[in-house]
C-alpha cells in the first residue's frame, strides 16, 4: 500500500463525499432546465405561462374567467390554482389528523408510559413506518374509503378526508420519533426539580417538559408538514384525482405532486404540459429546500433561546 | 384530576395509532393470505392479471434493489468516512455535504422521478446512446439501470447517517492507539473503524433496501412496467416491479372484483417484504447495542 | 564522542488560540535512563509526550514550534515522515486501551502495519514483548483469547508489550500506573528498569513516589513551564525552586 494508493483513495472518498453536493445541484438544474420555457419560451408563455398559471383565464372570449386544470382538452387550461388549493386542503386535513396524535402519542412514550408499554408502543409506531405510501394509498382506497363513506355519508367515496388520513399516517411516524426524540432530550434533572416541588407527572410534563422540547417539536411539525406536501402515492391513489376550485373536504382533489405523477406519462416530450410538469416538480423541490433551511435555522434559534446553548 | 384526563387522553392516541396499525395489517393478512401459494411465487400473471403469480414483480424488485445497492453502498460508505474522518474539523465543505445529505433526504419521491427522466435518461442515456450505440435508442429511455441509480440517490441519505451512527459509536482513543503504532489513515480506517462499523453498516444497507423496494414515485417514468412478457436481464431492460404492480392493478384493473385476490396478495408479499428487512436491521441495530454496552 | 542521546528538545513550545500549553521546553532524553516528568494537573505534560511522537498532529488547533531532535534528525516539521516517528518512538496512554480483538491480534497489530506478517517472527517478537513486560507467563497459554478478558493491570502491560512490538528507540509513558493495583504497578517499574538498558525511556507521572523509585533525572512541570530538571536524587533533596519543593513536599498537588 504504497503512498499514492493511500492518496488515491483518499482522493476518491472526497469525491463521493462531493456527490451529495453535486447530487442536490443536479437535481435542481436538470429539472429547472425542462422547467424554464415556461418562463423564458414565448412560444410556451402562449400557452402555459406564467399569467395563465396563476391569473383567472376565461375558456372561450366572452365567457367568465376561472381557474381550471384541464391539459388535455381542445383548448388546453393550466390553471395552478386548483393544485395548489387540493394540496394545501389535503395537507390540512393531514396535519389535523397527524400532529394531535402523534404528539400525544410522543408525550405519552415519553413521560407517562411504563417501560413495557413503551417497549409494544414504540415498535408499532415503527410499524407504521415502515408501511410503504403506495400501501397506504391502497387502504385507502379499498377499505378506507367505504368505511368513511359509510360514517359520514360522502357522495364522492374518494375525497379530501380520505385521502388527508391516509396522508396523516404517512406522517405521523415522522412527528413522533422526532417530537419524542425532543421529550427525552430534555434533562432529568428539570423533571426531578419539578416533582421535587410537588408537581404531578402531568404538571411537570406540560409546563416544564413540552414547553423545554417546543423547537425540537416544531422542527417535528415542520417536517410532517414538508413530508405531506410532496407525498404522491398516497394521494394519487385515495382523492379522485379531480381538480376543482373549492375549499370543501367532502369533495375529490388533485395535488400538485399527484399532478405529475399521473400525467407525466402521457404527455409528449416537449410540449407545454412537459415543461409545466417539470416546473411544477422545480417548485415543489424548491419549496421543500427552502422549508429544510427554515425549520434547521428556526430549531437552532429557538434551541438558544430555549436552553441557552 | 385534569391531570389524569391528559395523560388518559395521550395514552388514548397511542391505541388508535396502534389500532390502525392493526387494523391495515389485518385487512391485508385476512384478504391475501389465502391467495399466497407456491404458484403465486414461482409464475407470471395470466389471464389479465386475475390470475397466475407475480414472479415477475419480485424479481424486478429484487434485480432493481441489487442494482440500487451496488451504488448506493460505496457512495455512502465513503461521503461517512469522508464527514467522520477525513475531513477538517470546522471546514465549510463538512457542512456543505452534511445540509446536501439533510436536503436530499427531503426531496419529495415524484421529483426524484423527474430527474431520473430529465438527467438519467435524456441527459445520461441519450448521450450513451449518442457516444456508443451511433444514435439508437438504447439507453435513452425507461430502463432498470436508471431507475436503479435514481433510487440511490434517494436513499444515500439513509446510508451516510447509519455509517455515520455507527463511525461515531467508535470511541477516539482505539484511532490513537493504531496511530501511535504508526498506522497511516487509511490503515486505521481499514483495520480499526470499517472492522467496528460493519454492523452499523449493515443496518443502513437494510433500510435503504427497505425504502428502495417500497418507493413507487421515483420508478413511474424511469422504467417500471406493468405487464412485460419477458424478465430484466440487461441493464437497459424494463422491469415489473412489486409496488408499480400495487398501484396500477388498484387504479386501473378493469374488473376490481377479479383482481382482487391477486391485490390483497401482492400488498401481502411486499409489506411482508418490507417489515423483514426493517426487523432485521432493528435486531442487528440492538445487538450492536448491546454489545456496545457490554464492553463499556 | 559517543552519541546515545535519544531525543533533544530544545525550545519547545506549543500554544492554542493565544493559550500557552507548553513554553520553551529544553532537555534531553539519553538511552540508557528513565526520565520522569511531575507535575501538577494541566502542566502540559500529556501534550509534551504527544509532540514528541508527532500524536499533537490529531489535536485540533495546536501550534507547535522549536526543536526536537532525534539522533540529529528533527522530528517536527511537514517533511518528515510521520508513521516512521511514531514507529520509532512507542507511547503508553494513561488509560489501557487494548483493541477489540485478540491478545494476539493486538500484539500484531503494529507490525503487520509495517508488512510483518509471518506467523514465525510474529511470535517470537510476541514472547519478548510479552516477557519484557511481565505478563508472558500469564497469558502464554490464552493468545488467542479476547484481550477484554483481561485485567486492568494486565491490560496496561499488554498496551506496553503491544508497542514494544514495534522495538522503539524511545518509549514514552502517560501516567501508566493510575488506576492500577500495586502489583501490576510494580511489575511496570520492573519492566521499565529492564527496558532502559536499550532505549530512553519518558515516564509522566503524578506520583511523585514512583518518580523517585524508578527515574534516573527528574523534570518538574507546572502550568507549561519547566521549573526544574535534575538527577532525580538532585532535585528530590535540593529542590532548587521553592514551587518544585512545594510540589515535592505536597504543599500542593
Known amino acids: ?309 | 384530576m385534569v391531570g389524569k384526563i391528559f395523560v388518559t387522553l395521550s395514552g388514548l392516541c397511542c391505541l388508535i395509532i396502534v389500532a390502525i396499525v392493526i387494523v391495515i395489517l389485518g385487512n391485508v393478512a385476512w384478504h391475501g393470505w389465502s391467495t399466497l401459494s407456491p404458484r403465486f411465487f414461482l409464475t407470471a400473471p395470466t389471464h389479465g392479471m386475475t390470475s397466475g403469480g407475480i414472479f415477475p414483480a419480485i424479481f424486478g424488485t429484487f434485480f432493481l434493489v441489487l442494482l440500487m445497492t451496488l451504488a448506493v453502498m460505496p457512495l455512502g460508505i465513503m461521503t461517512a468516512l469522508y464527514l467522520h474522518e477525513y475531513a477538517p474539523k470546522k471546514s465549510l465543505i463538512v457542512s456543505w455535504v452534511r445540509l446536501a445529505i439533510q436536503n436530499l433526504a427531503g426531496v419529495p419521491a415524484i421529483v426524484y422521478g423527474l430527474f431520473g427522466l430529465g438527467f438519467f435518461i435524456e441527459f445520461v442515456g441519450r448521450g450513451i446512446d449518442r457516444f456508443f450505440f451511433q444514435d439508437q435508442l438504447t439507453f435513452g429511455q425507461p430502463a432498470i439501470i436508471w431507475a436503479a441509480l435514481t433510487l440511490a440517490l434517494l436513499t444515500l441519505p439513509t446510508v451516510v447517517v447509519a455509517t455515520e451512527e455507527a463511525l461515531r459509536a467508535i470511541p477516539f482513543s482505539h484511532r490513537e492507539v493504531a496511530y501511535s503504532l504508526g498506522a497511516t489513515r487509511l490503515q486505521m480506517v481499514r483495520r480499526v473503524v470499517l472492522p467496528q462499523a460493519v454492523g452499523g453498516i449493515l443496518t443502513g444497507a437494510i433500510l435503504a433496501i427497505s425504502r428502495g423496494a417500497g418507493e413507487v414515485a421515483p420508478i413511474l417514468f424511469t422504467g417500471a412496467a406493468y405487464y412485460l412478457p419477458y424478465l430484466p436481464k440487461k441493464l437497459n431492460d424494463q422491469f415489473m416491479e412489486l409496488g408499480y404492480h400495487i398501484y396500477v392493478m388498484a387504479t386501473q384493473s378493469p374488473d376490481v372484483d377479479q383482481t382482487k385476490p391477486i391485490l390483497y396478495a401482492t400488498v401481502f408479499v411486499l409489506l411482508t417484504l418490507t417489515f423483514a428487512l426493517n426487523f432485521t436491521a432493528i435486531w442487528v441495530r440492538s445487538k450492536i447495542r448491546r454489545r456496545l454496552r457490554m464492553t463499556k | 564522542m559517543e552519541n546515545n542521546t535519544g531525543l533533544t528538545v530544545r525550545d519547545l513550545c506549543v500554544h492554542a488560540n493565544g493559550t500557552v500549553i507548553l513554553e520553551s521546553i529544553s532537555l534531553e532524553i539519553n538511552v540508557g535512563e528513565i526520565l520522569g516528568i511531575i507535575g501538577p494537573a494541566g502542566s502540559g505534560k500529556t501534550t509534551f509526550l504527544r509532540t514528541l511522537n508527532r500524536l499533537v498532529d490529531l489535536d485540533e488547533g495546536l501550534i507547535v514550534t522549536g526543536q526536537v531532535l532525534m539522533h540529529g534528525q528533527s522530528v517536527l516539521g511537514k517533511n518528515v515522515d510521520v508513521v516512521d516517528i511514531r514507529r520509532r518512538v512507542g507511547l503508553v496512554f494513561s488509560v489501557p486501551t487494548p483493541l477489540p480483538l485478540s491478545i494476539y491480534d493486538n500484539l500484531a497489530f503494529g507490525p503487520r502495519l509495517n508488512g510483518i506478517s509471518g506467523s514465525k517472527e510474529l511470535t517470537a517478537r510476541m514472547e519478548q514483548s510479552l516477557r519484557a513486560s511481565y505478563l508472558w507467563e500469564e497469558v502464554k497459554d490464552r493468545l488467542k483469547e479476547s484481550a477484554a478478558n483481561l485485567s486492568g493491570g494486565q491490560q496496561q502491560r499488554l498496551c506496553l508489550a503491544r508497542t514494544l512490538m514495534l522495538e522503539p528507540e524511545i518509549l514514552l509513558l502517560d501516567e501508566p500506573c493510575s488506576g492500577l493495583d500495586p502489583i501490576s504497578t510494580a511489575k511496570i517499574e520492573e519492566a521499565l528498569k529492564e527496558l532502559k538498558k536499550t532505549m530512553a525511556i519518558v515516564l509522566v507521572t503524578n506520583n511523585v513516589k514512583q518518580a523517585s523509585r524508578v527515574a534516573d533525572k527528574t523534570a518538574f512541570f507546572l502550568l507549561g513551564q519547566l521549573v526544574e530538571y535534575a538527577p532525580t536524587q538532585d532535585l528530590f533533596t535540593n529542590p532548587k525552586d521553592k514551587r518544585t519543593e512545594d510540589y515535592i513536599t505536597g504543599r500542593f498537588g
Not at chain 1, 394531535?100 to 411504563?114: I, K, N, V, Y
Request: glycine share 8%; hydrophobic share 55%.
Open chain 1, 1 to 309: 500500500m504504497g503512498k499514492f494508493s493511500e492518496r488515491a483513495i483518499e482522493a476518491l472518498i472526497k469525491i463521493s463525499a462531493s456527490i451529495s453536493i453535486v447530487g442536490l445541484l443536479m437535481i435542481f438544474v436538470f429539472i429547472g432546465k425542462e422547467a424554464l420555457p415556461i418562463l423564458t419560451s414565448a412560444k410556451i408563455q402562449q400557452e402555459a405561462g406564467p399569467a395563465r398559471l396563476f391569473l383567472p383565464q376565461s375558456p372561450e372570449p366572452g365567457e367568465p374567467k376561472e381557474f381550471s386544470w384541464q391539459p388535455v382538452s381542445e383548448l388546453p387550461k393550466y390553471s395552478l390554482l386548483p393544485l395548489f388549493l387540493g394540496t394545501l386542503k389535503v395537507t390540512f386535513v393531514a396535519l389535523l389528523f397527524a400532529i394531535p396524535l402523534a404528539l400525544g402519542a410522543a408525550l405519552f412514550t415519553a413521560e407517562f408510559a411504563p417501560d413495557r408499554l413503551k417497549e409494544i408502543i414504540k415498535p408499532a409506531i415503527e410499524l407504521l413506518a415502515g408501511i410503504p405510501s403506495v400501501v397506504l394509498g391502497f387502504f385507502a382506497l379499498m377499505v378506507m374509503a367505504d368505511f368513511l363513506q359509510k360514517i359520514f355519508g360522502f357522495t364522492y367515496r374518494l375525497n379530501t378526508v380520505n385521502a388527508g388520513i391516509a396522508l396523516g399516517l404517512a406522517v405521523i411516524p415522522i412527528i413522533y420519533t422526532v417530537a419524542d426524540d425532543a421529550l427525552t432530550a430534555v434533562p432529568r434533572s428539570y423533571r426531578e426539580a419539578s416533582i421535587a416541588m410537588g408537581a404531578t407527572a402531568w404538571e411537570t410534563a406540560a409546563r416544564i417538559v413540552f414547553p423545554a422540547a417546543l423547537p425540537g417539536i416544531l422542527a417535528a411539525c415542520v417536517l410532517g408538514f414538508g413530508r405531506a406536501i410532496g407525498e404522491t402515492m398516497i394521494v394519487l391513489m385515495s382523492s379522485g384525482n379531480a381538480a376543482i376550485v373549492s375549499l370543501a373536504l367532502n369533495l375529490p382533489l388533485r395535488s400538485l405532486s399527484a399532478t405529475i405523477a399521473a400525467e407525466l406519462g402521457e404527455v409528449v416530450t416537449g410540449s407545454a404540459h412537459y415543461h409545466l410538469l417539470f416546473f411544477i416538480g422545480t417548485g415543489l423541490f424548491i419549496f421543500t429546500f427552502v422549508l429544510n433551511l427554515f425549520a434547521h435555522w428556526f430549531v437552532k434559534k429557538l434551541q438558544k433561546k430555549v436552553l441557552g446553548i
